[in-house]
């Protein structure tokens, strides 16, 4: 995903935006932190984004860390995902509805948007009584380059 700073400052923007809607500032580590997610490609765990800040002179404490990557996950302005080492990652969230495939060799992601979830849905909002407000839709596979590198072999 490694974002251009045209990206990187719409993220920042929406970001703002999104604390503000939910009673919250954008201060500087909650800047760094978006800024730092903003160098990866794909997913990144907690310790990779501690790693990032303090190479950019943003060291924060574990906890602050984590309170804000919670804070950002709650928010929308991040997603938590099942990483292939078991380990929760985080990817910024997409400017529009996306769901991922992750590979289990390498750890790319690439997005789709289609999900064809929308009858079972109202299916199961009919059947439970829920009023479903989110979704989120994770596979996992081998990606293209993995699978030529695995059977070239």
Sequence with gaps: MNTTTADAALRVSTARQRLSAAGYKLTTPRTAIIAAACTYQGSFSAAQLDI???EHGHPLGDAS?????KLFTDIGVMQRIHGIDDCHRYILSSQHHA?????TTCGDIAE???CGLDSMIRTLESQTGY???DHLLELF???PR???AH???
């Design 141 to 143: 596979g081998v990606c």
């Design 131 to 133: 009023h479903i407000v």
């Design 65 to 69: 860390l984590f309170r804000t990557l």
């Design 112 to 114: 789709f948007a289609e």
């Design 52 to 54: 990032t800040l303090r």
């Design 99 to 103: 769901h991922r495939v992750v590979c």
């Design 146 to 148: 993995c699978h030529r």
């Design 151 to 153: 059977t070239a072999h």
